[in-house]
């Protein structure tokens, strides 16, 4: 009776459910926040506060505790951990994690070991990761595009222009600020590589989707690409983990594990968070494309062709089931949807019914950029709260209604106007993260794009994509991507948004002056889509 266990570890807390190939059931999502396992001083929102607002770290020890703390919860919900066939899971992508030589010599988890976190801490030479949502290393990404002939080489050698966020500029500031401490490290992890190395108790490979986030990976042969280490920081390579394949099974799990009446199971190698949910929406053959808003909003899909972003701001990724998965992400996504909820103290009614009911599709003109912290795609640094055009009405914050679907009509045309490289018209769109069960945020999404939306019984895309990883890697026979997809990732119909016609067309004008105030701020001129 196979059942499967997919971890996804995501910026504010750790989610876990179970699929049950026989049954065609999905366990309810377990979760545990960050914020729960620390003081408010040491954790919020996933992060380690720090003064300068450029720099986002967490604490890779609290992803360890949460690991614990998850499989404590899933069998005290009363889930029998003994029949899991197989585990994986994904990552937050581009965050790094730093240890010494002894992580690499794979005994460190013994008989004694109490919990995980205890295990690794003696081996952290950087007591805190930085994350995607660090912007500090413009300098040390201008550097490495110097070094490398330009940013349109770099894009063609890994997919993506330097990226702030990417583990390789990231290993570059830690290499210049803190050049003892590179010295000592003698393993550098992706966050997904980490956690893989906790469930089987050695440093484990770092699977190619999430390698492409990394600056590093030449995108063609999958290995490290020695111009782009030497670029980085010296003596790179024997600090990095091998890349490894799709489907890679890593290893058995530790038995340390046993505590949660886990048996010594295969551990596939864990991915990013995006490819994750490519995966679990369904989206691995290209054709569909998928919204995932998240922490981030996130526009992906599957690709036979290495499409790349003449802007500069996009990714190209892999697809967990082969071949390409081109990303733009947008960094104002939850987070600036829940400040909002959280300045005017809404409720979710307030927020997904009334904010819509109570305002007419195109918001009578009014229009802000949906910037609460510095956005990425387009790249905008130091904009410092919603930037609107002195309208009174955002002013004064009297509308909070008008004020909630300004942001999401933002969102959606920023969206619209920065996934053109994607080539082809849209024509139908999924959409996942917990944000998807918003009926205003998908119609207005369905109305600028002007495309069916459809969605799944359930909005945890990466952890489901994750179970359904470990499913094909281990019985690939039964499971191929095609039969996993048909099982777990069918849309449900009376979840399907279609456009509404009147509203496509306020839209088509009303992006037009969004696309001018986005200029006006960002500087950026982005082509207007048909
Ligand atoms: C993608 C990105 C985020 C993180 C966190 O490039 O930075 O989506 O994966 O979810």
């Not at 992803?63 to 029998?80: C, F, K, N, Q, S």
Request: charged content about 20%; aromatic content about 8%; proline content about 5%.
């Amino acid at each position: 009776m196979p059942k499967f266990l997919g971890i996804d570890c995501c910026t504010r807390k750790m989610n876990a459910l179970v699929l049950d190939t026989d049954r065609r059931s999905l366990s309810p999502t377990v979760s545990v926040y960050y914020s729960d396992l620390r003081p408010q001083n040491e954790i919020k929102n996933g992060m380690v506060p720090n003064e300068d607002p450029l720099v986002k770290h967490s604490d890779p020890l609290v992803w360890a505790d949460a690991l614990d703390t998850l499989l404590g919860r899933l069998t005290e919900a009363g889930i029998d951990l003994s029949s899991i066939a197989a585990i994986s899971g994904c990552a937050q992508q581009h965050g790094t994690v730093y240890l010494s030589p002894e992580f690499a010599k794979n005994n460190w988890i013994s008989d004694k070991t109490s919990s995980l976190s205890e295990a690794v801490a003696p081996m952290l030479t950087r007591k805190s990761s930085p994350i995607w949502m660090d912007s500090s290393t413009f300098q040390q990404c201008r550097e490495i595009e110097e070094a490398i002939g330009g940013a349109k080489t770099l894009q063609q050698k890994c997919g993506s222009c330097a990226m702030e966020r990417f583990a390789g500029p990231q290993i570059r500031k830690f290499y210049q600020t803190e050049s003892s401490a590179y010295a000592q490290t003698g393993v550098i992890h992706l966050v997904s590589s980490f956690l893989t190395s906790l469930l089987t108790g050695k440093s484990e490979k770092i699977d190619c989707c999430d390698a492409a986030g990394m600056n590093l990976m030449d995108i063609q042969t999958l290995d490290w690409d020695n111009e782009l280490l030497k670029a980085t920081a010296p003596g790179l390579r024997t600090k990095l983990p091998p890349i490894c394949g799709n489907s890679h099974i890593a290893g058995k799990l530790h038995p340390y594990f046993s505590k949660y009446g886990l048996r010594e199971i295969p551990v596939i190698t864990f991915t990013g968070d995006n490819p994750s949910s490519l995966i679990g929406i369904g989206g691995w053959k290209p054709g569909t494309y998928i919204v995932a808003l998240g922490t981030s909003d996130n526009f992906f899909t599957a690709s036979d062709k290495p499409l790349t972003d003449p802007h500069g701001y996009g990714h190209l990724f892999l697809n967990p089931a082969g071949k390409y998965m081109p990303l733009a992400c947008f960094k104002n996504g939850s987070c600036a949807r829940e400040s909002i909820m959280q300045e005017f103290n809404l409720t979710w009614h307030e927020f997904d019914v009334d904010a819509f009911d109570l305002t007419p599709p195109g918001n009578n003109g009014n229009i802000l950029l949906p910037y609460v912290t510095d956005e990425i795609t387009p790249q905008a640094m130091n904009v410092g709260g919603i930037v609107h055009e002195g309208n009174s009405l955002f002013k004064s914050h009297k509308n909070a209604a008008s004020i909630v679907r300004a942001m999401v009509e933002a969102q959606a045309m920023t969206m619209r106007l920065h996934t053109t490289w994607f080539g082809n018209r849209v024509k139908s769109m999924r959409i996942t993260g917990s944000m998807s069960d918003s009926l205003g945020v998908c119609q207005v999404l369905s109305d600028v794009f002007n495309t069916m939306v459809e969605r799944l019984g359930h909005h945890n895309a990466a952890a489901q994509g994750a179970a359904m990883r470990a499913a094909q890697a281990t019985l690939p026979d039964t499971f191929s991507w095609q039969a996993i997809s048909k099982l777990f990732a069918t849309p449900v119909s009376s979840k399907t948004i279609t456009p509404n016609k009147q509203n496509v067309e306020i839209y088509k004008e009303l992006i037009l002056n969004y696309a001018q105030l986005e200029k006006n701020i960002t500087g950026v001129d982005c082509t207007i889509p048909d």
